[in-house]
């Protein structure tokens, strides 16, 4: 088994700033994933990865930017915190073979006053 | 494009009755997933189910591609059952997963 790690748990930001996340995978997947989570809504993908140092964007990729550092790390920033802003920000890995599934870490709760 | 409706939004039930829950997909999806999210927590993947039906103990999932429709139909059941539950399926890009916007699932005594 393996576990996905992110951080922080919570994220309080100021309009404008720019937020880091960070998620971290021990299962040696290759791909990973970033998704957005609003309140009653599914999950819509910002950026994954399908191995080192490539990065491809997903549906809501505006006003963000991402890095795959190395295999087991994938950041995501929030380039400028809109207020009034909350969501939820999941990692997720997989295998990325064509039957496998994803895994998902706990989440990042985020809020920008 | 690629779309996933799940219904219904939200479905209240008490302990010990069964629920089914339904999910349509687009015809550009296939390699359908029903992932279980408990508050505040993140997604399990319960099923990967892209034909037929698969069992798991009170779980039973029916994907029939045709009709583009998925359905998760949980039996007898229980306050631990609450949650929201998501299908997803895949389109050209098998690493995509697109997801619908869930069911909340809530069992009451």
């Known amino acids: 088994g393996g576990i996905i790690t992110q951080t922080p748990k919570f994220l309080i930001g100021q309009e404008g700033q720019k937020l880091t996340l960070k998620c971290q995978q021990n299962?040696?997947?290759?791909?990973m994933y970033w998704y957005r989570q609003d309140s009653g809504k599914g999950l819509r993908l910002i950026y994954y990865?399908?191995?080192?140092?490539?990065?491809q964007k997903g549906d809501l990729s505006e006003g963000y930017d991402a890095s795959r550092e190395k295999k087991s790390s994938f950041s995501l920033t929030v380039t400028s915190a809109q207020k009034n802003e909350m969501a939820v920000f999941l990692c997720?890995?997989?295998?990325?073979?064509?039957?496998?599934?994803?895994?998902f870490g706990p989440g990042t709760r985020l809020l920008v006053l | 494009g690629q779309q996933v409706q799940q219904s219904p939004t939200s479905l209240v039930l008490q302990e010990g009755e069964n629920a089914e829950l339904q999910c349509n997909f687009s015809t550009s999806l296939n390699s359908m997933q029903w992932f279980y999210q408990r508050p505040g927590g993140s997604l399990i993947s319960v099923f990967y189910?892209?034909?037929g039906t698969k069992q798991s103990g009170r779980l039973t999932s029916t994907t029939v591609i045709k009709e583009r429709r998925s359905s998760l139909h949980i039996s007898s059941s229980q306050i631990t059952d609450s949650g929201t539950y998501l299908c997803?399926?895949?389109?050209?890009?098998?690493?995509?997963?697109?997801f619908g916007s869930g069911t909340k699932l809530t069992v009451e005594p």
């Open positions: 990865s399908i191995t080192e140092n490539d990065l």
């Open positions: 997720a890995s997989s295998s990325g073979t064509g039957q496998d599934t994803q895994y």
């Open positions: 189910n892209p034909s």
């Open positions: 299962f040696n997947h290759d791909t």
């Open positions: 997803a399926g895949k389109g050209s890009n098998y690493n995509v997963l697109y």
